[in-house]
């Protein structure tokens, strides 16, 4: 009976290590699944077509100045930027 379940025994560590093995390439596989992203609000729309919008974030501004900004005070903050070196 020694045998018996040192051989039980065994098993369900097999088992369980497999259930790691498993949840591990899961999480792993996870970790780089696409992330849903939302639209941009429409105020970041208006800068859309502006030279630098790029894919995927396209009109970046991660600091909200321009959520409320016209025109006239989205091109003062690009020439304010160009003029000491800003845009990359």
């Not at 899961?26 to 790029?54: D, H, R, W, Y």
Request: contains cysteine; glycine residues 10%; charged residues 20%.
């Amino acid at each position: 009976t020694g045998k018996a379940t040192t051989a039980l025994r065994w098993k369900k560590q097999a088992t369980m290590m497999k259930s790691i093995l498993a949840a591990t390439a899961i999480a792993g596989c996870s970790a780089f699944a696409p992330a849903q992203t939302g639209k941009a609000t429409t105020a970041l729309n208006a800068f859309e077509s502006e030279l630098g919008v790029q894919p995927p974030l396209g009109f970046f501004d991660p600091l909200g100045l321009l959520d409320e900004a016209g025109q006239k005070r989205f091109d003062r903050l690009r020439y304010v930027g160009i003029k000491h070196g800003r845009i990359a």
